[in-house]
Nanobody
Framework: EVQLVESGGGLVQAGGSLTLSCAAS????????IGWFRQAPGKEREGISC????????YYADSVKGRFTISSDNAKNTVYLQMISLKPEDTAVYYC???????????????????WGKGTLVTVSS
């Protein structure tokens, strides 16, 4: 059974930083893409960063490029999302997802994966 568990969300002031974690089980971590999506109130879910550890590829949405960094620890089956210079518009529930096929770009842009975590809330105050 595929399980994705996010952690690390919380309340932070604008300009602050947080690091989210996604612990994955039930998949062959090296063979899969892992992605971070977020959904703000009243908005659609958007892909913000995706990683393929086997291909050493990453993707970032323009909205987070230069501020967020995705990384993976294959030994721990965990993907991290380091977020700095946070803005109030980064407030959202952040979800972790996985896919076996495609590229990091198609994953983040098209979405539509079958497996998702329950999400972790990030709130950035102004």
């Amino acid at each position: 059974e595929v399980q994705l568990v996010e952690s690390g969300g919380g309340l932070v002031q604008a300009g602050g930083s947080l690091t989210l974690s996604c612990a994955a089980s039930g998949i062959t971590f090296d063979d899969h893409l892992i992605g971070w999506f977020r959904q703000a109130p009243g908005k659609e879910r958007e892909g913000i960063s995706c990683i393929s550890s086997s291909a050493n590829k990453t993707y970032y949405a323009d909205s987070v490029k230069g501020r967020f960094t995705i990384s993976s620890d294959n030994a721990k089956n965990t993907v991290y999302l380091q977020m700095i210079s946070l803005k109030p518009e980064d407030t959202a529930v952040y979800y972790c997802t996985t896919d076996f096929l495609g590229t990091v770009a198609t994953m983040c842009v098209q979405g539509g994966m079958d497996y998702w975590g329950k999400g972790t809330l990030v709130t950035v105050s102004s």
